[in-house]
Each structure stands twice: as C-alpha cells, then as structure tokens.
C-alpha cells in the first residue's frame, strides 16, 4: 500500500504536472471514442497496451470480459454499456480476451469450483456456450491449446451475447456501431484482431486499408458486427 | 481505430522491448496484490494513477464502481471478487470513486433513465441507498456539492455491500483483508482517502505512519473495515 | 365445449381409423425432424399450413414466438429447445412470425400494457430489440407497415436470441443445426423465407436447389445460422 | 426442409383455395374460444385432435404443459396466458397431457438431466409437485403406471399453479372462465377428461347432459376450476 | 428499550422461575404441533390470543400473512414452510389475516407505493391476485367493508399459494396436512374460521363435532385443503 | 386444534375481558417502538419473553431470522422492514437469534439439504457468510460451541445485511435509527444482547445508564449499527 502512495505521489509530479490542461478539459465531461471491455486480470493493461491517454477509453473489466446476454444478469455490464452507447454516443466497441486467462480456465474445472467458489462458479454460466462449443468442436487439443481456443471463441461469444442488447442492435443495424474481437498476448504484448472473411485472428495492421484518411471509414474486422441481419 | 492500432505499435515497440522479462514472467501466472474496483469513466486510469506496472492491480471497471450486495446481482461483480480473494489470494481492496461520475449523476434524474436507459435505472438501484442517504441528510448543498456528496458516500456504501460477500466477511474476521475508501479528483489528479476515525476523505500521505518499515503492517485508513460511516 | 368433443369423436372416427399403425408406431417414441417455433395466435397452424402429419413437428407457441436470450428467462422456451436438440437430435429449426401478430402490436402500446396487462409488459421486454430497431431505423412507415417490419425483423432477433444458447452455439458450429427464419401470410396462406444473401424474405419454393436429390444436404435459407462465426 | 416447402404448397393448393373467405376474415382478427395448453411433443396436435378449424385454438406449447405458479417463471407462458383471457376473452382453458410424455419421464432422472440438460432440469422444477406426490403417494407402481400417474396428477397440478394468476383467479370467482383437464392418449388418439366428483378421468362424452342446447352453459368436467373458493 | 430490558427481568422472574422444567425440556428439541402464518402487525399475537405455550406454535410473520407461490420468491416463507413440514413434521397449518391490515390497505394505493415504498409494492405483487379479484368482483362496497373483503379473500388465495409447495401438495393428498383460514377481529378479539361449505367465515367454535373425543381426527374447516384434487 | 379453540375462548374470556379498551384503541391503529426480527422457532416468544403487550412489537419471523441483503431476495423480508421504518415510523430494530437453532443447525449439513429439502437450502444461502466466517476463524470447537457461535455470528451479520437497506441506512446516518442484537437462550430465559465495545454478549441489564431518565436517549449496545464485529 506504502508503494501505491508512493505512486499516487509519482503520478502527480510527473504526469499531472505535464497535463494540467488536459485534466482540467476532461473534468468538463468525457468524451471516449471506444468501449473497451477487457478482462480483470492484472496483466490486461488497456491504455497502456493501446499507447491511449486519459479520457480515450471507455472501460468494462470483468473476469473473463464476459457480457451476459440481455436480460440474462442484473451486474454491471448490461447498465454500463447502455450508458456508454446512449449516453455518451460511443460508437466501436472492443472486446478483449488474453491468453493464460484464469475464467477460461475454470471452465475446466466447473464441478470444483461450484464447490470452492460458487459464485465465479455461476459467473461462469454466461460462457458455458463457449465451453460447450469447444469441447464438442475441438476434440484433440492439448491443454494449453484448448484453453487457447476457449479464449478465441470467447470472445465471439460475448460479442454474439452483446449483440442481443436493444441499444446494440438498433445501432448496428445503422450502421452507427462497429464491434471488434480482440486477443492480448500476455507473453509477446502481441494483439490479434478477429477477421470475420478468414475466420482467423490476424494482426491488425494487415487489415489498415490503404485509403486511410479517415478514422471514421476506416474499418478493422467489423464484420463480426456485420452478421447481424440488416 | 486507426489511432488505436498505431498504439499497439508503440507499445510493442516501446513498452514490450523493456519489459520482455517481465511479460514472460507474468505469462506463467499473476500476483496482483490489490483488487482496485473502479468506474468505467474513461477519465479513470488505475494503473497510470497510481503509477503501477502490468501485473499489480486486478481490476474490475463498472459505471459508478458499485457492488451490489451478496446475492443482488448476478454479474460480474460478485465472481470476479471472489476469484480475485479466494483464487489470487488478494488482500487488499480499494473501491475508487471519482468527482463528476456520470453514474452519481444518473441518481438525480432517475425518472429519466427509467424511460431512456432502463438497464442504467436498474443497475444505479444499487446505489439507491446512496441516493437516499445524501438526500435526507444533506438538505442544503448546491447540485455541484450534492455530486460530490454522492461520490463520497457511494464509495463507503459499496464497501459495506462488499462486506456482505461471506469470503470478505471471512477474510476481515481473521485480518487478513483490508479494505480502502478512495476518491480521485479528475480535475487534480489527486487521491483522497476515507479516515475512518474523523469520517472525512484526507490526503493518503498524511496518514502514513512513522515506522514504516513493512507494507504488511502498514495501515491506510482500513478502519473503514471496522466500520460504518456514521 | 361441446364442438370439441364433437372434434375428438370425429377425430377418432375419422383419422384414427385410418393411422392406427402410425399412432402405434408412435407410441414407442417420437422422431421429429423439425423444431417449430410459433405464435400462439389462433390463426397459426403448423401442421396445417406444412401438411405435416402426428410426429413431424416438435412445437413451441408463445405469445411472440420469442425466444429470451439464454439465461434471460427461466420459462418453457429455454428447456424445451434444449430437449429438442439434445434429447430429441433435431437438426433443423424454424422460427416462424406471422402478419397481424397481436404481441408486435402490443410493442407499439407498451405504456398502457404496463398497467393493463403487467405479464404480456414483462413477456414483451424480449422483444425490446425488435421495436427499438424498427422506431430508430424505419422512420417513415405506415402503421401498417410498421407491424410488417415488427414482425419481419422480430423473427430474426429472436433466431439471434436463440443463437446464445451453448446448446444451438455448439451445433451451429459443428453443420449440425440450420435456423430458418418463416413468416406466415394469414391473408393469404403464403409462408415467406429469410434470405440472408439479399436480406429480405421470399418465397421459399425459388430457393430450391437444381439438384434436390437429398433432404440432408439442401439447404433453404440456413444463412441465417451461418452467421455465427466459425 | 424440402418435404416442407411441399407442404407449404400443398397447404396452399389444397387448404387456402377452399378457404379465402376464412382467411380474409381472420385477418381482420381472431376469437378463438379456448386456450389449450399442450405439450410440444409432436405426437400431440391440438387441432387435429379436436378436429378444429384455423381460429379456433389459441395455442401454448412448452415440454410437460406446464403453467409455472405466478410470479416463478418470466418465460413465455404468464404473458400468454394473461393475453388470452384479458385481451382475446378467452372464456374456457384446457390443460392437455399425454401419455408417454419424455418431460415427465425426465422427473425420474433428474440427477442425470442436472449434469446433462440443465435447462430441461430447471424447467422440470416448475414439476417438482408432481414428482413429490407421486413418489410418496403411490408406493407399489409398475414403471409404466408411474409415468402414467405423473402426467394425469400433474395436469391438475399445472391447473392449481394456473388458479395463482390474478387474472385466472378474478375470472374464476366470476364464473367467467371454466378450467379443464385433459389427457391425450397417443396410442389410441383418446382424450380422457379430469371429472373432479369421481377424482377419474372418464371419456368426456360420459358427462355430456342431456339438455344440450346451449354450448355456453353446458359444462365439461369444470369442477376443477370450481374449487376455488368463492 | 429500558421497558423492554424491565420485561426481560419480569419474564425471567415471573415466567421462568415457573417454567424451567419446560424449558429445559425445550432445550433438547421443539415439537409444535401447528404451523402459524400471520401479519407482522403488532397488534395479531399469535400465542397470546390463542393461549398457548412457549414450544406450541411454529410462527411465519411478515406483512400481509403472503406466501408467494412455490418458485415466485427466495425470502424466508418458502424455506421455512418446507423446514416446518418436512422437518418438524408439523400436520397443521392456518393462515391468519387480521382486521385493519396495513397490508391490505397498500393494495389501495400502489401508485403511491410504488415511489414511496418500492419493496412494500414489489412483496404486494403476491398479493396482486387478491387486489384483482375483490377490485372486479365486489364493486359496491364502502372502503371498510373493501378491507375487510381484502383481508379474507387474501387468506384463501394466499392458502392457494401454499397448496403449490410440493411439500404442501404431497400431505395433503396423503391426508396429513390441514390448512385452516382464520381472521382475527383487532377490535374485538374474536377469530373467525372459513367454513368452505358455506363459502363463510364462521365462529370456529360452531365448528366442533359432538364426537370430540381425539384431537387428530377433529377437523374445523379443513375443506380449503380438500379442495386439492385426490 | 381443539386445544386452539378453547385457547381463543381462553382468551376472550380473560385477556379480551379485561383490554377492551385497548383493543378499541388498538383497532384505530398500531404505534409499535420496535422491529423485533426473530426466529420461527416455537421455543422464541418475543411478547411473552420482552413482557410486552399487544401493539408494541412489530413482528418478522422466519427460519434463523435472516435479513437478505437489500436486492437479494423478492420475501417478505425487504417489504417488511420497509414498512415497519417508512410506514410506521419504528426507530429501534432488535435482531434476535436464539440458543440449539435448527437454521443454524442447517449451516452444518448443507450437502443433505440440498437433496432433501431444497428451499431450506436456498434459504440458508443467506447465511452462507455466518457459516465460512465461523468455520474458518473458528477451528477448534466442539459441536455444541460451534453452534453456539453460528448463533451468535449470524445476528451480527444480518445485521450488517440490515444495513444494506437505503431505508436503514438513511435513518441510521441521521441518528433515527438504533439496531440491537440480541441472543436468547432457550433453556433458561436469558438474553444477551451485544457489546460493540468488547466484542461480546453480555446480560443487557449491565449496560443501563446511570441516568435513565429518557428512553430516547438510553441507548443499549447500538453501537452494533456504528460497526463490524472484528
Ligand atoms: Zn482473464
Ligand atoms: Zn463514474
Ligand atoms: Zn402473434
Ligand atoms: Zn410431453
Ligand atoms: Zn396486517
Ligand atoms: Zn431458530
């Protein structure tokens, strides 16, 4: 705790010093471009991963950047991102899973911890989907592999589950929302972006157009966000 | 977007190479030792604040960092508190709130959210004690005090709904959990935490105690642990 | 009352006489090809209108043919899909709206539904996405027409609903499950199929492939289904 | 599929060309004069069965023909059973099971539905009644007996569940809704009616009184729904 | 609170020092005989107006004397009704609404409620039946004789309620469970009993048999329980 | 029964005799000082063992009077407190639990109540923080302490469930509201109410002011409302 002081003291002699306007600008209001729902886990660093500064990210973190569908849970996700696409007019939402991640892994161990920690145990039920699929899908992984593919499709779950939310929905059918599937490599500090044509994660970079003038036409793997029906 | 992914070059080329050890490291596993429970405002920046590298603070991110009681909610606030106790062994939590949060402000218009944002209406319930409270005991603030009024009691409240979860409970019984009340003041960068003794929010520095040789002993304000503000 | 028993005598005198073996087949068990998800309105008949016989369709009506997303709800839908598709191995499921349908009406009067009708204000809150979609996205339609999207669009939010069970998601993945999206004319009779290629509904004889030689490998609008990635 | 789209035209072809003037008319509306509550089985089809015309049925289908209590369930049953009687005036209910019903079966393997469809073991919960008072109250069962008794107790069972409802029970003091229990045998297309005098199911035609001018006051086996205090 | 501390040593010095056989017996295990579910009023005291002893009486109280239906609610009735029968053995039941209930009175004004006293309007939602049915089925009755039709049609459909508990369903059609419905008169002390025959409350003493020679085989008014299809 | 009946002759003829006038008063409306939560347990008798009179204690009562915490459950609880604060005005709340409680008994065979009585079960979840805390800071009881403990812990916590309540947290912040705990012990009459100071039980009588010349101001161990028990 002594460290974090410590820190709060570094924070305001370094950063604050070289941000005053900035700071004083957002204590008017916010004004984030992106949803960014990320795992717990104190390896998943969103502003410092993505180089942005205070004020750029808007941010859900969850064990397991789990997004229960509509309707299906009364926590924090369902009212936050209501409020982050209504209230504050955001437009691209990133969802963030990593590998090594601690909730994919406890989809392998469910009879345990409905007994050691009952409520990760029904956290957990929002990505049974996710289990399910794996399992009756990918017969021959090994372990570290399988727990791969469950953060992959986890991902695509969550933002199939995110896509059931009437604000979401209404929006992609605009055309006003981009929805983009992320993997964070732990041990590289790699980010793979999910490409809906090849059905693979690719970098990112591949996918930049070569008319790139604007951010706003730009368009990185949104056809996650594009299945839905127009 | 564009922006973004520019960021995740940078960070691979700045961070990623001067850290190699580290990310390889954490790949075999985390060992956070602070549960940090925040808002979503993209104005919050835990790690950045508090100057602390990937790795040390487990994070869950919420509009208006609220934690519904033991058995209120069904999202990700109860699983991901547990696993970060139970599974990570965490014993320290901090609940950070901070000045002009939207969700705070949510609370005087709720007749509106009901209509416009109904998953915002239902999620700010859990802070209705928090409405409630402020609004019978403080008659004669300005709407400006009254904000941050809320902001102030909403952190104590969410900790005493923390403390209805049986592994909090279990863990504060036998010491081996504390408990801190944070407020981060956008317009300063600075940090102010509850003292529990004189029920108001001081600088974290002033109460750093004079033999401070180990950050086990040391103690910030946990006595919001032992208590309710009155 | 009387009429009915008049029907169940004349049930038995007519058709049972003429299906004794089937009905005694059938008695050993049930091996229905399709999963039929309907309205409960009166004017939808699925065995008629697809001249199935006993045995050929698994049935779910309620008000709406909706489908809460998984865990949204603890009635009859989520069970008895799950049974069709695990227990029953049904392979292909139709989600079938209709002109006229009087709960899309119902979308358009919430307000007074709330204090008349509280179970049907609740039921509908699964069909939230539908009437946000269609008010925010069809701005200049006759009430008529507005229905006709209510329905039309309704059919397919719902498959998307149905797309956040593990067990559909698992199946989907695997080419074992098709969705199709039906709307029935009560007008006229005609049944309209949702083809994902144009993003509009058609009839669904002019989707038949050239070589029909197999039930097993044609494929009438599955395209919905194959939105999901893979 | 395609044996489908033939029946689709076959319908059409066959049914719609002998029935314009009913269906011009339905469009404009319906008034059915039952509810009828069945299982989804496809052995059981409701209009068939009683040899009605398309109009006549409004139809709720879910695996066991269960009504959950009011306030258990946020499925599709309560809002479409309120529709019904509030806004259709449906004046007569029928609750319908049938022999060899997989859903009551499943009350005998409930451990293993837990691990193996959970869902289905959730919604059998609305069953538990059922399972209760036939284990201990009929003791020396053959296997098939068993199966039997649950599916004619537990369709008086859903009955009493149905009387929760606060529009079943306003309308049932008012003498305006009659409530009947039926069971469909699937071998030998029967229906066999709950005769609340005798505590059997007999052949309803038995109970047709020999004045039966009048279908509105000729009554079926309503004493069911004359336990409700008045 | 000191006239509640002076009460304490009266009762100790008054009541104890006669009784301590009793409760030393008590110690080891109680044995009530009746399960008695009445309004948390202050003024309904079950032991004293029915005179019994400490160990006699098994008491449920919260406003309104509301069971829930089986599944429609997780507060302390359901549980302690199965811990009552099921583990206590207890054969008897009565439901005990009261004159002048606040309770009642709520269903009044739920408008108000429903801003003032959020949780008093959500619990009176088990009573919503009650509310309906005396609203559509009495309509020329001054406000008093309104409340005190509340109050007795709410303790039969509250006895509705009970009889959907599995545990309730199984004994009493093993015939060992009896459910009575009382009212207790404030003003004058008096407890009325329904008679079902006469669909009346009547002095439950009227009720007794010439032959009353055993207490098990006495029965006052225990046709609601009958009502239960055998 | 019998034994009822003539206990309600009983009283009529003694107690009503001789508190007509009370009753009559009574009848005009309830002034209840206290909220007396405690358990169904037939062996607690809050008027007989407070010595108190009809109309001065508002009464819940349930399985190991257990308070869920605020958004927990939809019982009687919630309203009823509400109710008892709002409504009437009560400004003191006395928890009590009580000496060989059989809830409390539950906590220690969980596995078996899940399979044979399941709301008891579900019921006992709200416990679930008195049964960890105890087992895990309480290694080396015997059964019948660790009982005991349960017992003693459990006020504590619903207690601080209590407090999760906007009601009671409003009121408690301006001073209005005083919560006790209380034990009492079956075998001999006795109550202990809680000592925040010493983190013990001790006999309430020792914890009388000097000067007790106010009611309002006396203030018995409220210092539970102002803490955790460490
Ligand atoms: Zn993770
Ligand atoms: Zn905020
Ligand atoms: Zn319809
Ligand atoms: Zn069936
Ligand atoms: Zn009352
Ligand atoms: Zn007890």
């Not at 592999?145 to 009437?166: G, H, R, S, W």
């Amino acid at each position: 705790m002594k460290k974090l002081i410590r820190g709060l003291n570094e924070f305001r002699q370094n950063y604050v010093r070289g941000h005053q306007e900035l700071l004083e600008q957002l204590s008017h209001g916010q004004k984030p471009r992106v949803l960014f729902i990320a795992c717990s886990d104190s390896r998943v660093a969103p502003n410092l991963i993505t180089n942005t500064d205070i004020g750029e990210l808007f941010i859900i973190r969850n064990a397991g950047n789990i997004i229960p569908p509509y309707g299906a849970a009364n926590g924090g996700e369902g009212g936050t991102l209501e409020y982050a696409i209504d209230a504050l007019g955001i437009e691209q939402v990133i969802v963030c899973g990593h590998s090594h991640c601690g909730a994919m892994k406890g989809l392998l161990k469910l009879n345990k911890l409905q007994k050691d920690m009952p409520l990760v145990y029904d956290w957990l039920k929002h990505a049974e989907a996710t289990r399910r699929l794996v399992q009756e899908n990918y017969p021959d992984l090994t372990d570290e592999e399988f727990i791969e593919t469950l953060v992959a499709e986890n991902v695509l779950i969550q933002i199939d589950n995110l896509k059931t939310y009437p604000v979401v929905k209404a929006k992609l059918h605009q055309g006003k929302l981009k929805i983009y599937a992320w993997i964070y490599k732990i041990e590289t500090g790699e980010v793979l972006a999910y490409d809906a044509k090849t059905h693979t994660y690719v970098a990112p970079q591949s996918q930049l157009p070569i008319d790139n003038s604007s951010d706003d036409i730009y368009s990185l793997a949104p056809s996650v966000a594009n299945q839905t029906p127009a």
